[in-house]
């Protein structure tokens, strides 16, 4: 692929995004199977609710979410939210229970923590949303980040906060490349994951166009989420 300059991908060969979401759905984590083709898994109390309010609690200040446009970042109508990134995350003793996560997901999941991009935790207040989009990553927007780490191959996100169906705030995946295909919903609940790949099981460098997804708008009250990308290349 132009550009990119990989080591070794996550997914490596044909049929290993597969191989990883079969072992995944069998695992004593006993997964939510929400969708396998193409795989969204849901895994309730990852963690302890105790984390989740400490990650809230251990995090920096938050900042207007941008999106990266022609002219450089901006604040859009695409999404209303605020972020914080968290860098070299668990590696300091005053974010212990972002430490906590990383750990889990390595040993839990066995997902490689230095292909994983930063952990970005997202704030939605009343009228908060992110409209539909994709999080392969495309080379145009970010040349230096696709050459250097290739597509996200696989999002991997776990919710701080519990909001009831009734105000809004669910991830909602559109199956299908179609807006008229299958949605499927997911409510925040405190310790919930989300995993689910963004390319091809047979083409692990292409953008899966059936996991396009987006937050609803959220009513009233404050939802938290954690994300985390995890690239092709091997830094
Ligand atoms: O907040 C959500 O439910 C979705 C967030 C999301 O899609 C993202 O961070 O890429
Ligand atoms: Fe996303």
């Given amino acids: 692929m132009v550009g990119l300059r990989c ?8 049929h290993s995004v597969d191989a990883f979401f079969s072992k995944l759905a069998e695992s004593h984590l006993r997964p939510v199977v929400l969708s396998r083709t193409p ?7 990852f963690i302890a609710e105790d984390t989740t309010h400490a990650m809230i609690q251990q995090a920096g200040r938050f900042r207007s979410s941008v999106v990266n446009t022609p002219s450089g970042y901006r604040l859009t109508s695409f999404r209303n939210s605020s972020q914080w990134g968290c860098a070299r995350c668990g590696s300091r003793p005053a974010q212990s229970a972002f430490a906590h996560y990383v750990e889990r997901v390595s040993s839990l999941l066995g997902l490689p923590h230095r ?8 704030r939605y207040g009343a ?5 539909r989009h994709h999080d392969f990553l495309s ?3 970010q040349p230096d980040l ?5 597509p996200r191959q696989l999002t991997l996100m776990l919710y701080l906060s519990d909001n009831e169906e009734a105000a809004g705030g669910a991830t909602r995946f559109y ?14 609940r ?19 166009e059936r996991t396009f997804h987006e937050a609803t708008t959220l009513s009233a009250g404050t939802k938290y989420v954690a994300t985390t990308w995890y690239h092709a290349c091997d830094p």
């Fill in 7 to 14: 080591n070794a991908t996550l997914f490596p060969a044909a």
């Fill in 39 to 45: 795989w969204v898994l849901q895994i309730d109390g």
């Fill in 146 to 150: 696709w050459n250097h780490r290739g």
């Fill in 127 to 131: 009228g908060g949303y992110y409209r």
């Fill in 190 to 208: 405190r310790g919930r994951v989300v995993v689910w790949q963004n390319v091809y099981g047979r083409k692990p460098l292409v953008r899966d």
């Fill in 175 to 188: 199956i299908q490349a179609s807006m008229r295909g299958k949605r499927v919903d997911v409510q925040p």
């Fill in 115 to 122: 292909q994983s991009s930063d952990l970005l935790l997202l």
């Fill in 139 to 141: 080379p145009q927007s």
